[in-house]
Structure formats: structure tokens, C-alpha cells
């Protein structure tokens, strides 16, 4: 039996995977050291939640390209305006629940 070929991989695929892994380990390590602190009782700058907060944009953003490697750009073109549209929604959606966690975040520690 012949093996049909097996389209290569995007380019950008190995590099999504590489980013959302790595930004999932400082989330992961940083969300640990925050709790460790908070165990013996030191206050945390809230600076210091910057680096969670980058790590977590980074993780939505790697996972949202890879969704679209995998939806939009593997879809067919009779239907790739539906599915560019519904992608959009879809990523503009998430990110937007993004920027309200870490707004009412950084609003919940500065009001007190």
C-alpha cells in the first residue's frame, strides 16, 4: 500500500509550540514563587505580577496562531472568508476575556 504524502508541517507551527510551552513554564514557575512568597508572609510588588501577565498574553496568542494554522489556513477556499470571519470573532473574544482577568486583576490590587 502506497502512503500518501503528509503535507509539511507551517513553518511557524514548531515556533507557536515552542512559545506557548515556554510562556507556560514562567506562568507555572512564577505562579509558584508568588506562592511561596505569599506562605511566609513577604508582600509582592505588584510589578511582579507583569511577568505572569506577559506569559499568560503569550500562551492566548500562541494558542490562538496555532488555531489558526490548524483552522483557518488547513480550511478550503471556497469557505475561507466564513472561516477568517468566524476565526476573528473567536480570537477577538479571547483576548478580550484576557485583558478584563488581567484589568480587574490589577485594579482588585491597586484600589486595595
Not at 500500500?1 to 509550540?17: F, G, I, Q, T, Y
Not at 507555572?28 to 509582592?44: E, K, P, Q
Amino acid at each position: 500500500m502506497n502512503n500518501p504524502e503528509k503535507p509539511s508541517p507551517h513553518p511557524l507551527r514548531k515556533v507557536l509550540l515552542i512559545t506557548e510551552f515556554s510562556a507556560l513554564a514562567v506562568l507555572l514557575v512564577s505562579m509558584g514563587w508568588f506562592s511561596s512568597r505569599a506562605d511566609t508572609g513577604n508582600s509582592i510588588n505588584p510589578a511582579w505580577l507583569l511577568i505572569p501577565a506577559f506569559a499568560s498574553l503569550l500562551v492566548f496568542l500562541s494558542f490562538i496562531g496555532l488555531m489558526y494554522l490548524r483552522w483557518v489556513v488547513a480550511a478550503s477556499a471556497t469557505n475561507s472568508l466564513r472561516h477568517k470571519i468566524t476565526f476573528s470573532l473567536l480570537a477577538i473574544t479571547l483576548v478580550s476575556v484576557w485583558v478584563y482577568g488581567i484589568t480587574s486583576t490589577w485594579l482588585s490590587l491597586t484600589t486595595g
